[in-house]
């Protein structure tokens, strides 16, 4: 699938959190998302590099502007080379965390996204892709 | 570290976020609330969230807890200016905000925290 734009950012501090949510809105914008799918796809954002940070012990995320045809859209793909998650299953279900969140991250973002993967090695890392396409 | 204003207006406590919170900002601000309210014996607390683009769940349990703990001090928090996206994302990211009192903006919001004032002087000429 053809980019036209990608970015990478480093995710070590709630710092870059919010760098990631404004990098994120700039690339919807080019996109051109509309202002609530643009909402979506920053609070999933939010969501899922704060998992990064919180339970990946940082990573990165790289931000791609994608073409499909005449299709466009935003993906974004979250990398950690963290503890992993063991159960996968269990990790999507709202309400479930291991931290001291509220356990919506991950399937939040889910909801919030047209299409999402998720990979997860224990020992080697987690990476979380989602995309929202311009309806 | 930078701390976001609290306003003293009467017995309520205003709140305007305006900048993109990072999460030690939101826990900040919910213990100056806290011990803001104790300090001047607030009855309301109005936060003002207009300009705020997304409230992702830490946000959004940050005002849970804000509204929750402000009621067990005996005052009323009122969110007020929630965008109509971010309404929208909050409730398919599975947050209904329960616990939180909203209004439309300030002046609706201010009209509900006075409306409650109004109570309380009452009871307390009695």
């Known amino acids: 699938m053809p980019t036209t734009r990608t970015d990478r950012l480093d995710i070590r501090s709630s710092d870059d959190v919010v760098k990631v949510r404004q990098q994120t809105r700039t690339m919807a914008v080019e996109a051109g998302l509309s202002l609530v799918d643009q909402t979506k796809i920053i609070t999933a954002a939010s969501e899922l590099a704060r998992n990064t940070l919180d339970y990946g012990g940082g990573g990165e995320i790289c931000l791609e502007v994608i073409h499909d045809g005449s299709r466009r859209g935003l993906r974004l793909t979250f990398e950690d080379r963290g503890p992993g998650i063991a159960d996968l299953a269990q990790a999507m279900r709202d309400g479930f965390t291991t931290g001291s969140g509220l356990g919506l991250g991950l399937g939040g973002a889910k909801r919030l996204s047209n299409e999402f993967s998720i990979e997860s090695k224990l020992g080697i890392g987690t990476k979380v892709t989602i995309a929202r396409w311009k309806a | ?126």
């Not at chain 2, 205003?14 to 100056?32: G, P, S, Y």
């Not at chain 2, 599975?94 to 509900?112: C, D, P």
């Open chain 2, 1 to 126: 570290m930078d701390r976001i204003p609290i306003l003293k207006l009467g017995h309520a406590l205003l709140v305007t976020i305006q900048v993109d919170m990072h999460d030690r900002l939101a826990t900040a601000l919910e213990e100056d609330l806290t011990s803001k309210i104790v300090a001047v014996g607030a009855k309301g607390v109005l936060i003002d969230i207009s300009a705020l683009e997304i409230v992702d769940s830490f946000m959004g349990r940050m005002l849970d807890n804000i509204a929750a703990v402000s009621r067990i001090l005996d005052a009323e928090t009122v969110v007020v200016g929630m965008r109509p996206a971010v309404a929208i994302t909050l409730v398919e990211l599975g947050l209904s905000l329960s616990g939180v009192k909203t209004a439309l903006n300030v002046e609706r919001g201010m009209a509900l925290i006075q409306s409650r004032l109004e109570e309380f002087n009452a009871d307390d000429e009695d």
